[in-house]
Structures are given as structure tokens and as C-alpha cells.
């Protein structure tokens, strides 16, 4: 699903035949949003794809990394070598234009137990691949409890610490997301 937008409709119609050549898409394979309600279908299509994930897993691990536009094609395969060595399912989408990929790696039927013991190596993974890339380990959804613990992945100890100061700085008495991400 891609959206284009230029200085003029000449402008859009060239990148339209750019990406047509460069992804080899014979022109019936490709549909154009002439009204506002059609895109809005395909959008609304876009924003149910975690909904639909959950009818296939309903157990499912969720990221969000970035890695610079020009590697998002190499962090796609390296992934899925990755979760294909593993016998994982997974279903990646995102935001071309700013970098940002979702990444979500399905349970299935693997046992609670054995899902709840990879998980860490995963999104260990998973991060250290972006970063490799450029990247890092969140676009849009933050650190917070779920990641704090890989912060070190991107920040040294030093950087940390100014982070800490700076929240006490503001929350001295730590009533803001208490707990969050420092105590």
C-alpha cells in the first residue's frame, strides 16, 4: 500500500510509473484511490492487519524498529532467515518513508512456556539487527516497560544517567509514569 503526493499530478503520475517499473507491477495489478472513500478502505484495511494477525495467533510479539530507509530491504530479509531458522512465523509492514517497520512474530501453536523462553532472545535479535543496520529499537512506541530492559543496546551507562537526572530533574518526586522506565 503505498501513498504518493507531489507539486503537481504530473509529479505523482511519474513516481507511479517509477515504482511500477522498478517493482516489475504489470499495470492490472495495481489499483489507484480515485476517491476519498476508496482510500480511506484501503487504509482502513492497513489498520486492521494486527486485528486479523489475531484470528491466525491471538499470542503474538509486536515490534517496532527503524532502520534508515535505504536498509529497510536488507533488515526484511535478515529477518526472515532469522525467523525462518526458527521455524517462526511472521508478518512485517510499516512506514517506508520514515523508516519505520512493525514486526509481528507469531506463537502459533508452540507452547506457552517455550514462546515465553524465546521471547528475549527474539526481540534481542530482532534489535541488535536493527541497530546493525543504522537503526534503532523503537519508532513509534517508545521504550517503556517492554523495552527498558535492551536500552543499553543503544545507550551507554553515561547517557543512561542523564536520562535519569533529567527525569528527577522534572519528577522529583517520580509521580509522572511512575516506574516506567526509571525508578
Given at each position: 500500500?503505498?501513498?504518493?503526493?507531489?507539486?503537481?499530478?504530473?509529479?505523482?503520475?511519474?513516481?507511479?510509473?517509477?515504482?511500477?517499473?522498478?517493482?516489475?507491477?504489470?499495470?492490472?495489478?495495481?489499483?489507484?484511490?480515485?476517491?476519498?472513500?476508496?482510500?480511506?478502505?484501503?487504509?482502513?484495511?492497513?489498520?486492521?492487519?494486527?486485528?486479523?494477525?489475531?484470528?491466525?495467533?491471538?499470542?503474538?510479539?509486536?515490534?517496532?524498529?527503524?532502520?534508515?530507509?535505504?536498509?529497510?530491504?536488507?533488515?526484511?530479509?535478515?529477518?526472515?532467515?532469522?525467523?525462518?531458522?526458527?521455524?517462526?512465523?511472521?508478518?512485517?509492514?510499516?512506514?517506508?518513508?520514515?523508516?519505520?517497520?512493525?514486526?509481528?512474530?507469531?506463537?502459533?501453536?508452540?507452547?506457552?512456556e517455550?514462546?515465553?523462553?524465546?521471547?528475549?532472545?527474539?526481540?534481542?535479535?530482532?534489535?541488535?539487527?536493527?541497530?546493525?543496520?543504522?537503526?534503532?529499537?523503537?519508532?513509534?512506541?517508545?521504550?517503556?516497560?517492554l523495552?527498558?530492559?535492551?536500552?543499553p543496546?543503544?545507550?551507554?551507562?553515561?547517557?543512561?544517567?542523564?536520562?535519569?537526572?533529567?527525569?528527577?530533574?522534572?519528577?522529583?518526586?517520580?509521580?509522572?509514569?511512575?516506574?516506567?522506565?526509571?525508578?
Open positions: 500500500l503505498l501513498q504518493l503526493d507531489g507539486g503537481s499530478e504530473e509529479a505523482v503520475v511519474q513516481d507511479l510509473a517509477t515504482i511500477q517499473t522498478k517493482l516489475n507491477l504489470p499495470a492490472e495489478n495495481i489499483f489507484i484511490a480515485a476517491t476519498p472513500g476508496q482510500k480511506e478502505r484501503l487504509w482502513q484495511a492497513r489498520r486492521s492487519i494486527r486485528e486479523a494477525l489475531k484470528t491466525e495467533s491471538p499470542v503474538f510479539l509486536a515490534e517496532d524498529c527503524v532502520v534508515p530507509r535505504s536498509r529497510i530491504t536488507v533488515f526484511l530479509k535478515n529477518l526472515k532467515r532469522y525467523f525462518t531458522g526458527r521455524n517462526l512465523q511472521s508478518i512485517m509492514f510499516g512506514h517506508a518513508g520514515d523508516g519505520n517497520v512493525h514486526i509481528d512474530i507469531l506463537k502459533g501453536e508452540m507452547p506457552l517455550t514462546w515465553n523462553a524465546l521471547l528475549p532472545e527474539i526481540k534481542r535479535s530482532v534489535y541488535r539487527q536493527a541497530i546493525d543496520l543504522g537503526g534503532t529499537i523503537t519508532g513509534e512506541h517508545g521504550v517503556g516497560h523495552r527498558k530492559q535492551y536500552l543496546l543503544i545507550l551507554d551507562e553515561k547517557h543512561i544517567d542523564l536520562m535519569k537526572r533529567i527525569k528527577h530533574a522534572f519528577d522529583p518526586d517520580l509521580i509522572l509514569n511512575p516506574g516506567k522506565i526509571f525508578p
